[in-house]
């Protein structure tokens, strides 16, 4: 039947997708038979379809080994099938949102991207877990254990120090070709202590307030993006303060740690719930927070309020920025960028289903040129760095950083820092045979930032 129930099946929907809540309290969610049913009836749909197939590494594994199988349907495929697939779906989300005609409300039912979480969390129940990939996706104590000595530990961890690289990757699987991040002594934190003065010739001023979550990235990791950020809304008059209860549990969520990222949401929700009360907006500084606040966190939660308003009150910095153009106006001043921008739209911000704020944001600059490349980066969070995954991120970015490359821009940006730092990689290993040909890489609202002569 069509979805309304009064007519024959149709082929794929016109329909706005939803998402299920996430059963994660559930037993039934976590019996493995049953998850492993599940794959096998969803992948049957893909293997009939195969839209995917250019998305990412799962897909083509998946109809790979249809494919090769003794009968050449999903039948002839199983556990050990569904761990190659599932180990190369970075959660993404772009078969779901961009590419899949089978999303309910259709009949199909067709959720790959929570599926595999599901996957991996009740493998997770299971005892299967991965030690490094858990460790490294504790971002907050690994940050904070980096924060006192992060000139060593970004020495340490740096390509260029080969011996300690090849170390690191023979005892941690860490691949000595992935750049890493870098940890501050500063943070965000310390940076932004108190709240800017409000610019009283700004249009919000007495307008707008802000609760800038500065996600544990940008805390630990990217501190000038927060700064960026803060001297952006308060140069427009918005009264700004930095917000930073605890990591979002996007790592945990990736790892199927599913009850630890449902126990983070709320403690966030309840951190940020006197300030939305004071009639704070919750403004969000990297992609993949922003899509678990807004989204994700209410699908763990459906009944917590505090979960809810939370995610009403919760925008993207470039989408926030966008709109404050559009509600408020923004002050003149704005310089032309150099060179040009290329902007690489997120998956995690296409998944959000926004449209490319960023760019949209950056175009408010005059006389500079802003190009947009939609291509999956590849990078997938601990995906991007382990030896076993690093090679897949490098093969599914490759396109997108040749994207970026015939663009000529002189500078690079993304939603997702990681992401941006990846493409960078890339481009000067893959097209660029001088590394200093690279464009430069930043957050959007970094280049806005310098555009308005704040940084």
Request: aromatic share 6%.
């Amino acid at each position: 039947m069509s979805e309304d129930g009064k007519g024959p099946p149709r082929e794929g929907s016109l329909d706005a997708p939803f998402r299920h809540p996430i059963a994660w309290r559930d037993d039934d969610y976590y019996d493995l038979e049953k998850v492993h049913a599940e794959l096998q009836r969803q992948f049957d749909v893909c293997h009939t379809c195969r839209r995917c197939f250019n998305l990412c590494d799962s897909f083509p594994r998946l109809f790979d080994a249809i494919d090769e199988s003794a009968t050449g349907e999903v039948d002839s495929i199983g556990p050990k099938d569904h761990a190659h697939v599932a180990e190369a779906c970075t959660l993404c989300d772009m078969c779901f949102l961009t590419k899949c005609p089978y999303v309910p409300p259709h009949p199909f039912d067709i959720d790959i991207p929570h599926l595999i979480l599901r996957y991996r969390a009740a493998r997770r129940r299971a005892g299967e877990r991965e030690f490094v990939r858990e460790q490294l996706g504790k971002t907050d104590r690994n940050g904070k254990l980096a924060k006192p000595v992060a000139g060593l530990a970004n020495w340490a961890t740096a390509r260029k120090n080969t011996p300690l690289r090849g170390l690191l990757e023979a005892i941690a699987k860490i691949d000595a070709e992935a750049e890493l991040p870098k940890y501050y002594s500063k943070t965000a934190a310390d940076r932004l202590k108190g709240p800017l003065a409000p610019n009283p010739a700004g249009p919000a001023f007495g307008r707008r307030k802000v609760a800038l979550y500065a996600t544990c990235f940008v805390d630990y990791n990217a501190p000038d993006t927060a700064v960026a950020a803060a001297k952006v809304l308060a140069h427009q008059g918005c009264e700004v303060e930095l917000v930073y209860p605890e990591c979002c549990g996007m790592p945990e969520l990736e790892a199927g740690n599913l009850g630890t990222v449902a126990a983070a949401a709320e403690r966030v929700a309840k951190a940020f719930a006197p300030y939305i009360a004071r009639g704070y907006d919750v403004v969000a500084l990297t992609a993949s927070c922003g899509l678990m606040m807004k989204f994700e966190w209410p699908l763990m939660l459906p009944d917590n309020p505090a979960v809810t308003t939370l995610s009403a009150a919760t925008r993207d910095i470039s989408e926030y920025v966008v709109e404050l153009n559009r509600a408020e106006g923004l002050l003149p001043g704005l310089e032309p960028v150099a060179g040009g921008v290329t902007v690489h739209h997120a998956c995690h911000a296409r998944a959000q289903n926004m449209g490319a704020k960023s760019a949209e944001m950056l175009r408010l600059i005059p006389d500079t040129v802003v190009e947009l490349v939609e291509r999956c980066s590849g990078h997938g969070g601990t995906f991007g760095v382990m030896k076993e995954t690093h090679p897949v991120a490098n093969k599914v970015g490759r396109p997108a950083a040749r994207q970026i490359a015939a663009k000529g821009a002189e500078t690079l940006c993304s939603d997702c820092p990681l992401a941006c730092k990846h493409l960078g990689q890339l481009l000067s290993a893959e097209t660029s045979p001088d590394a200093r040909a690279a464009p430069r890489q930043a957050h959007p609202i970094e280049i806005f930032a310098q555009a308005y002569g704040l940084t």
